[in-house]
């Protein structure tokens, strides 16, 4: 079974940084894409950043320019470092994780971007 962990959220003023963490443990086979996403309260989940195998990437148009996706294939672990934060990414971000055709998705991590 494979588990997502996630790290790295957290409370940080307007302009801030972070930088979130998540590490695939267990029976894992070929990850093909990972990325992150994120959920604020009473909307639905958003795709923020996605990164393939091979190293492509996609961003939101919100988070462009200010959210890098990054990946270590050998340690199964995918990275989102955030900067110049505002208060409406304000949200909990989910991690997932592609492998043989299934969608695995981690716990979430709250991060909070005060004014």
């Known amino acids: 079974q494979v588990q997502l962990v996630e790290s790295g959220g957290g409370l940080v003023q307007a302009g801030g940084s972070l930088r979130l963490s998540c590490a695939a443990s267990g029976r894992l086979f070929s990850i093909n894409s990972m990325g992150w996403w994120h959920q604020a309260p009473g909307n639905q989940r958003e795709l923020v950043a996605v990164?393939?195998?091979?190293?492509?990437?996609n961003y939101a148009d919100s988070v462009k320019g200010r959210f890098t996706i990054s990946r270590d294939s050998a340690k199964n672990t995918v990275y989102l470092q955030m900067n110049s934060l505002k208060p409406e990414d304000t949200a909990v971000y989910y991690c997932?994780?592609?492998?043989?055709?299934?969608?695995?998705w981690g716990q979430g991590t709250q991060v909070t971007v005060s004014s």
């Open positions: 990164i393939t195998s091979d190293g492509v990437t």
């Open positions: 997932h994780a592609d492998i043989l055709g299934t969608r695995i």
